[in-house]
């Protein structure tokens, strides 16, 4: 029963992975038909895309009426998207240059969101209250971004009419394979916390994140090797802030969040400890160095031996 779910698990994750990409690529082309700048593409387009996995995931956790899973999934998203895969980005890019003092400004913006969840589920709950709190700081920080880049440049991609269109289809039937796909993740995700007799929310830290971090890793490696940096980046801080405000918070509006503060408490310290290391090295020079890329690898490495191996002894 184990290798059956775990298969299962992993074809569910694939399906998920490659719906995924359809969307990005599908709102790309829209985005680059609709003249929208490369901020909106990158901080908002990509990262709302990109997180789509993270939102569907908790979504359908919410129905099954799980919904530590979602919170699982989160915190193991935010960890693995700014320790291990933007370390994989920069060593691929030989370091990524911060151009814009605003990059450095917004990375304080997501410190402190990453921050909000956190310090609401102190009670051990995320009430639906909560959600809305959530919601509306996503919002409030879409406007103010929104405020800020005007000086973005436009996106240079020119994409035809039918073009449009057709990918206007491709994102819809994208969408829809992908939360389908979602389901079954969240389905023989549960199963497979019965089987490895572990909560729920331990197989979303880990197993779900990874799967769901793919597309982040993806768009994250293909921005460096072109040259765009400053869009990985953009992925990686908006990502963690819809993450963070976004799906938790359309998650509890659907099934409060409940957990035991014992099980998500080390966890979401490293999550912390993780958004300030990458808020420091981002604010104290003008570039990621490979160092800095190798160390953040390797906080990720530490986490999964903590987590795993030392739980039991903290």
């Not at 597309?215 to 801080?237: I, S, Y």
């Not at 890329?293 to 903590?306: D, E, P, T």
Request: aromatic residues 14%.
């Amino acid at each position: 029963m184990l290798i059956s779910n775990l298969l299962f698990f992993l074809i569910a994750c694939t399906a998920l992975v490659l719906s995924g990409n359809f969307v990005v690529r599908s709102l790309k082309k829209i985005a680059a038909f609709l003249k929208f700048s490369d901020f909106v593409i990158a901080f908002m387009i990509m990262a709302f895309s990109t997180s789509l996995p993270e939102l569907s995931v908790g979504i359908n956790a919410a129905l099954a009426k799980n919904s530590e899973l979602a919170l699982g999934n989160v915190i193991g998203s935010n960890i693995l998207d700014i320790t291990l895969i933007i370390g994989i980005a920069v060593l691929l890019g030989r370091g990524i240059k911060v151009k814009s003092k605003t990059i450095k400004r917004d990375a304080w913006y997501m410190f402190i969101i990453a921050l909000l969840p956190i310090i609401l589920m102190l009670d051990g709950k995320l009430s639906r209250i909560d959600g809305t709190i959530l919601i509306a700081a996503f919002l409030i920080y879409f406007i103010i971004l929104l405020q800020e880049r005007k000086e973005f440049r436009k996106a240079e991609d020119h994409v035809k009419k039918s073009t449009f269109v057709i990918n206007i289809f491709i994102f819809a039937a994208s969408l829809a394979a992908l939360f389908f796909s979602a389901d079954f993740v969240v389905k023989y995700a549960l199963l497979l916390s019965i089987d490895f007799a572990l909560p729920a929310i331990f197989i979303g830290l880990f197993l779900v994140a990874i799967g769901t971090s793919l597309p982040e890793l993806a768009f994250e490696t293909r921005a460096v090797l072109k040259k765009r940096g400053d869009m990985a980046l953009g992925d990686a801080m908006g990502s963690v802030v819809f993450n963070s405000t976004g799906v938790l918070g359309v998650t509890a509006l659907i099934l409060p969040i409940t957990a035991p503060l014992s099980l998500f408490l080390m966890s979401a310290i490293f999550m912390i400890m993780a958004t300030f290391i990458f808020v420091v090295f981002i604010e104290g020079k003008r570039a990621l160095t490979w160092k800095e890329g190798i160390a953040l690898i390797l906080f990720y490495i530490f986490f999964v031996f903590v987590e795993f191996y030392l739980r039991n002894y903290i």
